[in-house]
């Protein structure tokens, strides 16, 4: 979408299209951090838990 109304109407004013791959890589690093710091604790606590301990209590 955003493409299309760069080709509608700057493109024609002589804009240039740049895309800051630099800053997406690092905002999308961080949210993948963000998220695997997040998930962690959870993660590591339910792998010390037994599957037979789990179910029996289902």
Known sequence: MGYTVFLET???LGYDLIIPWFDIAVVGTGA???TL???YPA???ASRVSP???LRFE
């Open 43 to 45: 993660a590591r606590g």
């Open 32 to 34: 993948f951090m963000a």
């Open 37 to 39: 710091l997040s998930v």
């Open 10 to 12: 700057f493109e024609e």
């Open 52 to 54: 037979a301990e789990v």
